[in-house]
Structures are given as structure tokens and as C-alpha cells.
């Protein structure tokens, strides 16, 4: 119908799996409530948008702040989760980072051309990382969402 040719998967999952409870893990911990505040907040914030439409939910999932986020909440927060002197939650947000590094570099594996365009459909948190890499790829053209979203 949309008269697209192909479709590609660009997922990676051999370094999928990561410990994002790491902070309720540990024991001992340097901080063991920055990451904790954060998520609660956080996660009461989108549990509020379980009562939008899902063109708004979209509208909302897609913003840059909301990325932000989403990326801080799956990845950078696990930096304040560590015990003295060790990086038990940078560890695990690399690992984490690294997935997001391979599925872009799956998608620049993909031949396109100055006419192509390229629709990505992926989770919130993965989405907000190929945001990221793509605004400062030489490569990509990024377009707001929010011209589609209606």
C-alpha cells in the first residue's frame, strides 16, 4: 500500500541483555537513592500518560525531552549504582549503549541513496538513541515526527 520495496531488521540481540536492576541488586552501594528517586518519578510520570489517546501517547513518547528520559532511565541513571570504587551500573549502561551503537550501525549498513527515506519503528528508548546518533551523523536528515502525527 505504501509502495515501500523492503523492509529491514536492524535489531541486535546477541548484546540484548543487560541488568537494569542493577540498583535494587546491589548491596552496599555509594548512592543507593539518586537512580531510585529517579525511576519512581519518572515512572509515575508515564504511568499518567496510560490515559492518552494513542496518537497522543505517540506525540508524547517522541518529544526530545522525552527521550531524555527515556535514555536516562534505561542506560545513564545505572551510573549512580555502584559499590567504592567499582562500576557495577556504568558497566551495565554500557552494555546497554552498545546495543543501541550496533542497531545504528545495522541501519548504515543499509543501502540507501539521497532519494531514499527511512522509516524507523522501535521501541521509545532504542528510538531516542538512533535520534541521537542520527542528528549528528553526516549521513541522515532528520524529520519531526510531529509533521506526521496528526
Do not use: C
Not at 492518552?52 to 513518547?61: N, T
Request: hydrophobic share 35%; net charge neutral.
Amino acid at each position: 500500500m505504501t509502495g515501500v520495496n523492503k523492509i529491514y531488521g536492524i535489531d541486535e540481540q546477541q548484546t540484548a541483555a543487560y541488568n537494569y536492576n542493577i540498583g535494587n541488586e546491589l548491596e552496599n552501594q555509594v548512592d543507593s537513592i539518586t537512580s531510585k528517586k529517579y525511576n519512581a518519578s519518572i515512572l509515575k510520570e508515564f504511568m499518567a500518560a496510560e490515559n492518552l489517546s494513542v496518537l497522543e501517547k505517540l506525540k508524547l513518547f517522541n518529544r526530545k525531552a522525552t527521550f531524555q528520559k527515556f535514555i536516562n532511565l534505561n542506560a545513564d541513571i545505572l551510573t549512580h549504582n555502584s559499590t567504592k570504587g567499582n562500576f557495577e551500573g556504568a558497566d551495565e549502561a554500557s552494555k546497554f549503549y552498545r546495543r543501541n551503537l550496533r542497531i545504528f550501525s545495522n541501519l548504515n549498513q543499509i543501502p540507501v541513496n539521497n532519494d531514499d527515506r527511512i522509516f524507523i519503528i522501535m521501541g521509545a528508548t532504542h528510538s531516542a538513541f538512533l535520534d541521537e546518533f542520527m542528528q549528528r551523523s553526516p549521513k541522515y536528515q532528520l524529520v519531526d515526527i510531529e509533521n506526521y502525527l496528526k
